[in-house]
């Protein structure tokens, strides 16, 4: 069965600072997808960025990218120049490939603060 | 954008009520899915559904049942409430499709306390 770890139960960073949170999974596919979701304190979880497995490209949206590692199992999200709005808990997760309706497994979570 | 709406945002119930939890999305999705999130524990999936009238167990169904009567609309039925069932309740949905087509689209979510 499919697991993901997030290991960093609460991070902290100054505005302005970069941060990188971890996420590693295990599984025996070779393709599937991974995502990173953030849930600010309103509790209203948001998509901040996904990655396909076979894709070798690094995902990136706007201050928020991945290290993708698949022979590690590894997909760290990466935060530049933090804003005090990246305040939240950041969920990461895994798919398996299609056929499967698109079931996602999670992490933990990682609670990041921003500090002024 | 997608809307996922929740019925609720706080909830108290008591030991042994019937709760239901409703969940609407505006999407024209497929799929949709019940969750609860617990501290420590992440988000467990409950049940999912993958079209009207078709159900299935997700990885901790034990005490819980869903409905799923028109496509935008998924409820989440204790059917009869225990304290260990308090925690956040969340909502989602996505398409039925390849890949990133199924990225799920969360609601706001429900904080259900059970006394």
């Known amino acids: 069965a499919q697991t993901v770890t997030q290991s960093q139960p609460e991070m902290s960073v100054q505005e302005a600072e970069t941060v990188t949170l971890s996420c590693t999974y295990d599984?025996?596919?070779?393709?599937?997808?991974l995502f990173w979701y953030k849930q600010p304190p309103s509790r209203q979880m948001i998509l901040v960025i996904r990655?396909?497995?076979?894709?070798?490209q690094n995902a990136t949206e706007n201050r928020f990218s991945v290290n993708f590692q698949k022979a590690a199992k590894s997909f760290s999200l990466k935060i530049s120049d933090s804003q005090l709005g990246d305040t939240a808990m950041y969920f990461c997760?895994?798919?398996?490939?299609?056929?499967?309706?698109?079931?996602?497994?999670f992490g933990q979570g990682t609670t990041l603060q921003v500090k002024p | 954008d997608v809307k996922v709406t929740q019925s609720s945002r706080y909830l108290v119930k008591r030991t042994g009520e019937k709760v239901f939890l409703e969940c609407v999305q505006d999407?024209?999705?497929?799929?949709m899915f019940w969750y609860r999130q617990d501290p420590g524990l992440g988000l467990r999936l409950i049940y999912f559904s993958y079209d009207v009238k078709m159900k299935e167990k997700g990885d901790i169904p034990e005490g819980y049942s869903v409905s799923r009567e028109k496509k935008e609309r998924f409820s989440l039925i204790l059917e009869s409430a225990s304290t260990n069932q308090t925690s956040m309740y969340l909502c989602a949905s996505s398409l039925r499709g390849q890949g990133l087509q199924e990225t799920q689209y969360f609601g706001p979510g429900t904080r259900l306390l059970v006394l």
């Open positions: 999407m024209d999705h497929e799929n």
């Open positions: 990655q396909e497995a076979y894709k070798q």
């Open positions: 599984t025996s596919e070779n393709n599937y997808y």
């Open positions: 997760a895994f798919m398996k490939p299609p056929g499967n309706t698109g079931k996602l497994i």
